[in-house]
Every structure is written in C-alpha cells, then in structure tokens.
C-alpha cells in the first residue's frame, strides 16, 4: 500500500478530471494552493458529449486566458428555450449565442492548462473509501499499482451524476424520476434534414452539423420509457427511432458516438459538508438542454476556486467557503426548474402548441427575449451578497472597454491575475481618482487590485466597484455598506496573512 502523507499531502485533492474538475484544479494552482487530481479512467475520454459553451463560460475562459488554444469556435447565434429560436443578445457580454466545441476539446484545453500549472495528475485511481478529521481528508483508491491513499486539506468532487464523493461525505440527493428516454448520436456519411427541435406525430428530432462534416442527431419517439441500459445504445437501434419519427433514413451513417440519456434531474442536499465539496454533475443533474449542465458546472468552479484557496491560504474570513453552498445551490435548482420546463414544451406533443405559440409570440418581444436568453446564457446570476438592492450588487460586472494607464483594456481582463479589483472609473482615467479607494484596501494588496480606469462615468449610477475574482460585484459607491465592510467580508482583514 503507498500513501501520500501529511507531510507531502496535496492541499486539495479534486476527483475526477472532466471539465469541471480541470478547470477548479488549474484555477487553484492559479491561486498557489498545492493540488492533486485523480481520475478512474485511464486516458481522456474522446466522445463529444456537451458541445457548446455558453456565454458566461467564454468569458470565465476569457479572462483565463483560454479562448486562443480552442482556435476557430462555431458560433451559433440563436439561442432556443423549450425548441423556441430566438437571436441571443448577450447582455453586455462580448460572447452572445453560443460557442460550439466538442467536450474533448474542451477536456484537452483544460488539460494542457492545468499541467502547464503544475496539477499532479493521477489517472486509473478509483476513488472507495473517504476518512474526514479536524485535520484533513484521507482518500483510499483502487490502482493497477495496488491500494493508495492520498491526503489533502479538502476534496472536492467533480466525478459525475454517480459520484463517488459525494456518496462515501453522506451528502443527501433529492430526485426527480425520469419519463422519457432520449437517443442521440455523432455520425457522418450521409445528409441529414436540418431539423432544429421539431415536433413530429410520432416525437420530436433535432440534428446539427458542424463544420467538420460531423452531424449531431437527437430524437424522443412519444411514449419511449426509459430502459435499465449498462451501456450506450447501438446505432441501429438509433437509426430506427430516427425513422420511425422522422421518415427519414440515417441507416447508412457511421457513428462515432452514441448515447442514450433521460429526463430525470437531481440535485444534491447541500454541496459542502466540512471538508468535502462537490460541484458539477456531482451537485446537480438534469437533461442536457442546451449545454446547461456543462456550462453551470463550470460555473460552479469559477465560483468555488477563490473560496477554496482563501480558505486554504488562510486569509478567508468567516464564512466565506459556505457563500459556495449559499450562492451556487439556487443557481443550480433554478436551472433545473428551466430545464424542466424546457422538457414539457419539447415532449408535450400537440397538447404543449398552444404553449409553443404564446412563448413564441413573447420571444418575438425585445424585453422578454433577453430575460430568457440571460437565464439560459448565464449572465443574469446575481447572488445575494448582503448589501442592499443598489444597481450591480451581486451581478457580474459588465465586460466593458476601459483604459487603464493609456492602454486599452476590458473588464473582464483586469480580472486575468486571480484577485480581485476594487475599480474607480472616471472621464480620464486619473490615477488620484482612485486615492479615496485605495486606502480602505491597505493591506489587502495579494488579494485586491486598485484600478483607475477611464471607461463609463455612469455604470448604473456607480462610479466605483468592488469586484470578487469570479467577476461578481460585492460593493458600489450607491451601495448602503460601507467599502471596509465589503472589504472585511469577501477578502478578509488586513491583518490576515496568505500562506501557500
């Protein structure tokens, strides 16, 4: 039996390595703590899975500076709730509509990041055992190299709907029974009708193809109950859905994935219990609509990671690390509840037209379009940061044109080091501008960042902004609380010290 022991243990051990997991791992070596990452499988998984990045998500990856190594993204500028096209706006975000890529690209980006970082990446360790003291998680794997234990601060879990960590912590699941079984499948050889959520007598397809000749097709026959499958589905069974639905034949296509799923949900009763933290398709799962199951997970790590470190590094101040649960829990049930709702538009049949044509009248309406599309896109989250009800509170800071020291800049780049920014905007950018707000941040300069930019004099009646590392605003100089308040309850007390 090997161990990795105290003296050596990895300060946050993070289980499994999707996105999810690459993503918290990279961005907590990005932040100095020690991380290990381990996973059961052997290498990479190469199935496209989720194929679209939302625009919240481009920017998290923006200001990691991460778009560049995806190279060409599709864009698609339509957004859909419930099979309902409407044109995304994107709300003040640079990135509307969504981005399409397959998931082992985005595994493979990610990857390469977070190696590039320095994340101990430890592949065939199936995870069955969990011991949690006052002092530390003491993690017991399978390997082909015989049993192994690793120690760490925290684990967090990011391995799946099934996960492991989340079962061995205790942390409860509240689930939603599935109805309907789904079949889907990444093929090539043959031309496919553009179908984009069409209804059908018979149920519903969609497919979708991509500039590298590579069709996704998806398709819900009426009726069809979810089956007990150990594996994923063979492609004929697929393509005799498809036709039986369609009238269309796919049969001599060659498929280079398939995948069966349902439109069952559950969500996790909490997403920390002491030192054990979940995120992902461990805190939440549902139906696969719209990549929204990809994109909150890795939202969920945006929001975690600074949090995670603070506490780690030992200047987070009291009750930081539980703002996770906090924020992220309602998000997720939220999307859940969209999702949800999405599934009765998309399986109600004839019986749900009525429906399709009343949202599809209100889509048509430039208010009620984006309200949708930034609940689908993920640009409107705004967490209850404690600070009264002034414009931006606990909203993410637009990612706006600045210029900071004569040098063209944005928003979202002034987050790129990992702290956060306490930001005073002016008509010239003058540096004194910002001397009434630097002297409350004394102190705190590892974990904030003073800038005077020349940008907007009138951001939603502020002028001044406290900005967390995962973009959110927590003050404005129209906010009732006091900046030193702010200050003391997202990045500690002066007088508390980092330690690596």
């Known amino acids: 039996m090997t161990s990795s022991g105290p003296a050596g243990a990895a300060r946050v051990l993070v289980v499994g390595a999707g996105p999810v997991g690459l993503l918290l791992a990279g961005d907590l070596r990005r932040h100095g703590v020690r991380v290990s990452l381990a996973d059961r499988l052997a290498a990479p998984m190469t199935e496209s899975r989720a194929s679209q990045l939302n625009a919240r998500t481009m920017e998290i990856l923006g200001l990691r500076g991460l778009l560049e190594a995806f190279g060409d993204l599709t864009h698609e500028p339509l957004g859909h709730f419930g099979g309902q096209s409407f044109p995304a706006e994107g709300r003040g975000s640079r990135y509307p509509g969504n981005w399409k890529t397959p998931q082992f690209r985005t595994e493979a980006v990610l990857g390469r990041w977070a190696a590039t970082l320095g994340v101990e990446l430890h592949r065939e360790h199936e995870l069955h055992a969990l011991t949690v003291t006052d002092g530390g998680v003491a993690a017991r794997f399978r390997t082909p190299g015989g049993p192994r234990t690793l120690h760490a601060s925290y684990v967090v879990g990011c391995d799946g709907a099934g996960s492991t960590v989340r079962r061995l912590a205790g942390i409860g699941l509240d689930v939603t029974a599935p109805t309907r079984e789904l079949l889907r499948a990444d093929i090539a050889g043959v031309d496919v009708p553009a179908y984009r959520f069409e209804q059908f007598p018979g149920g519903f397809a969609t497919s979708a193809r991509r500039p ?8 819900h026959a009426a009726g069809r109950l979810p089956g007990g499958r150990t594996g994923p589905p063979p492609f004929d069974e697929i393509a005799t859905v498809w036709e039986e ?3 269309h034949s796919i049969a001599g296509a060659t498929a280079s994935w398939t995948d069966a799923f349902d439109d069952g949900c559950a969500q996790a009763a909490h997403y920390r219990r002491g030192r054990v933290l979940i995120a992902g398709d461990a805190a939440h799962s549902h139906m696969p609509v719209g990549g929204q199951a990809l994109n909150l997970g890795l939202q969920d790590a945006a929001n975690l990671s600074w949090k995670l470190a603070a506490q780690v590094r030992g200047w987070a101040p009291p009750g930081l690390l539980d703002s996770y649960d906090a924020e992220r829990h309602p998000v997720g049930r939220r999307v859940i509840g969209n999702v ?8 109600g049949g004839a019986g749900a037209e009525p429906v399709r044509r009343v949202l599809a009248g209100l889509l048509a309406e430039p208010g009620p379009r984006a309200l949708v599309d930034a609940m689908i896109s993920g640009l409107d989250v705004r967490y209850d940061v404690g600070a009264g009800d002034a414009p931006l509170l606990g909203a993410r800071l637009p990612d706006i044109d600045l210029t900071v020291n004569g040098e063209p800049t944005t928003a979202v780049r002034l987050l790129a080091g990992g702290r956060g920014v306490l930001l005073r905007l002016s008509s010239d950018g003058r540096n004194d501008s ?3 707000a ?3 941040a004394r102190g705190r300069g590892d974990r904030v960042r003073v800038v005077a930019a020349e940008g907007p004099t009138d951001l939603e009646g502020a002028t001044a902004f406290l900005v967390r590392p995962d973009g959110h605003v927590v003050w404005t100089d129209r906010a009732q609380t006091p900046l030193h308040h702010a200050l003391d309850r997202w990045f500690g007390t002066a007088a508390a010290v980092s330690r690596v």
Do not use: C, I, N, Y
């Open 434 to 436: 910002a001397a009434p």
């Open 245 to 247: 639905v369609t009238g």
């Open 212 to 219: 590298d000749g590579v069709t996704r097709v998806m398709v």
């Open 340 to 347: 949800s709702a999405q599934g009765l538009l998309l399986f």
């Open 438 to 440: 630097a002297e409350p």
